[in-house]
């Protein structure tokens, strides 16, 4: 079974562009979320998706925003790009989102904006 | 305003010996904790979890043990070896109010086993 799946791996980006990054989760899972990793502050929670709808939201502004397609799939936007965007962002799946679920997390798309 | 925290950065234990990681909440609201293991260039991989009606939970070398009074927790892993070198997240969770914040982690403590 594969894993999730992340593309791309990597990014450049400069400053004031947008940026969309895409993840595919493990086959029959429904429910994808999106977290932010910076060195100072952790993991911290973006979204999370269920059947194409915006269950949750963590305290991010609205310049970061996803959406979901029928086939589970999830993509990330993040626009009017700032220097603090820099970040490794990583999609988790499960099946139905519960909160005592395991997610299963991507490798990660890492972001730097110059 | 850190609700998980991890206050040691890095921990360095010998090959063999025991590994404890610590964790310390500050929501009363959690009532589910969970353990995850980064490699770089990996995503974070689930390790171990317990629920606060338990104040123990167990698989394996790896322990997890939870002081809700004290609102901390910490994974015990014995005995360690070099593959457990890798950056370790703790998690909480708040189920009963359906997890709408996600996950909350902490920063990590970067484990590293000496040989």
């Known amino acids: 079974k594969a894993g999730v799946t992340q593309t791309p791996r990597y990014l450049i980006k400069t400053r004031g562009q947008q940026v969309t990054l895409s993840c595919s989760p493990i086959?029959?899972?429904?429910?994808v979320s999106w977290y932010q990793q910076t060195p100072g502050q952790g993991l911290q929670f973006l979204f999370e998706?269920?059947?194409?709808?915006?269950?949750n939201k963590g305290n991010f502004p609205g310049r970061f925003s996803g959406r979901q397609f029928s086939n589970s799939r999830s993509e990330m936007n993040v626009s009017t790009l700032e220097l603090g965007d820099s970040a490794l962002y990583l999609c988790?799946?499960?099946?139905?989102?519960?909160?005592?679920?395991?997610?299963?997390f991507g490798s990660g798309t890492q972001l730097s904006v110059l | 305003d850190q609700q998980v925290k991890q206050n040691s950065p890095s921990l360095s234990v010998q090959e063999g010996r025991i590994s404890i990681l610590n964790c310390d909440y500050t929501n009363s609201m959690f009532d589910y904790f969970l353990w995850y293991k980064k490699y770089p260039a990996e995503g974070p991989t689930f390790l171990i979890s317990i629920s606060s009606i338990k104040d123990k939970n167990e698989d394996g070398r790896f322990t997890v043990f939870l002081n809700k009074s004290a609102k901390h927790l910490s994974l015990h892993i014995v005995p360690s070896q070099p593959g457990d070198s890798a950056v370790y997240f703790c998690a909480a969770s708040d189920i009963s109010g359906g997890g709408a914040d996600g996950l909350t982690f902490g920063k990590g403590t970067h484990l590293i086993i000496q040989p």
């Open positions: 998706y269920f059947s194409e709808t915006q269950r």
């Open positions: 988790a799946s499960s099946r139905q989102g519960s909160a005592n679920e395991k997610l299963f």
């Open positions: 086959s029959g899972h429904r429910s």
